[in-house]
């Protein structure tokens, strides 16, 4: 008999062990899908830099994405609406293609992901970009973290690894609440695994259906004064027509 006890406790023990190490390829699947609509949608992003916690510099942009299905991966055009030098401007992100027009100049150039758009937000960060198709997860463990309200949640810590060529960053360090997967806080490195930034996720709100993060703050790597906040707002589910995704449409599209 205490032979058999030990035995099934010990299947008890395995069982509960293999229940608690979840998958991290799909915590970071369920993340990506708070983070992101899965159907077409546009959205309004407004960058708001500040240095010293002294606002310096502002952009409104406006962003078309839907997937493509071949890839899953997120297409997106991106309007430049404020400040008005910038009205009409656009930008395209096409797989990790990454192009941008100017009307003035009449001309489309390519561009990096990694390049600075507004402060600590780079060209890739403003694309609706789905991680778990550019990343390859590792589960580090479990933290207790502070999320960007300065609560502390119970969370998943992920590893990511760059999986495909031309992402914006090299690797990522994740932390995704057990909860409910909603994404708290990132750590993004450059290739000399330098600390690029920081990014908390916070304001849930419903939009389109799921409580998603209305703003994500930046923090710089090097230097923690220099601050963009990113803020999401006006979520609409809406047809993306194939045109608009196409680089030799640029200088014709007028949105609707």
């Not at 606002?55 to 991106?78: A, E, K, M, N």
């Not at 708290?184 to 409580?211: H, N």
């Amino acid at each position: 008999m205490k032979s058999l006890f030990v035995f099934f406790f010990s299947c008890m023990l395995g069982s509960g062990a293999v229940y608690a190490a979840p998958d991290a390829d799909e915590i970071l699947a369920a993340s990506d899908a708070i983070r992101n609509p899965g159907r077409p949608f546009s959205v309004t992003v407004t960058l708001t830099e500040f240095q010293a916690s002294k606002q310096v510099d502002t952009s409104t942009l406006v962003t078309y994405s839907r997937t493509l299905p071949q890839s899953g991966q997120f297409s997106s055009l991106i309007r430049f609406v404020l400040p008005a030098r910038d009205a009409g401007k656009l930008m395209l992100k096409n797989g990790n293609d990454l192009w941008f027009y100017d009307p003035v100049a009449k001309a489309s150039v390519r561009l990096s992901p990694q390049q600075r758009l507004l402060g600590q937000a780079s060209n890739g960060d403003v694309a609706t970009v789905n991680w778990a198709k550019d990343y390859r997860a590792t589960l580090l463990g479990e933290e207790e973290v502070q999320d960007g309200e300065r609560r502390t949640r119970k969370a998943h810590k992920l590893g990511l690894t760059a999986s495909a060529p031309d992402v914006t960053y090299a690797s990522i360090e994740m932390w995704v609440d057990v909860e409910n997967n909603r994404p708290i806080k990132a750590r993004f490195f450059a290739e000399s695994s330098r600390l690029l930034k920081t990014a908390y996720y916070r304001r849930f709100q419903s939009q389109l259906g799921v409580e998603r993060p209305t703003e994500t703050v930046i923090i710089d790597g090097l230097n923690p004064q220099s601050v963009t906040l990113m803020r999401f707002s006006d979520y609409v589910a809406r047809a993306i027509p194939d045109t608009w995704l196409q680089r030799d449409y640029l200088p014709r599209f007028q949105p609707e």
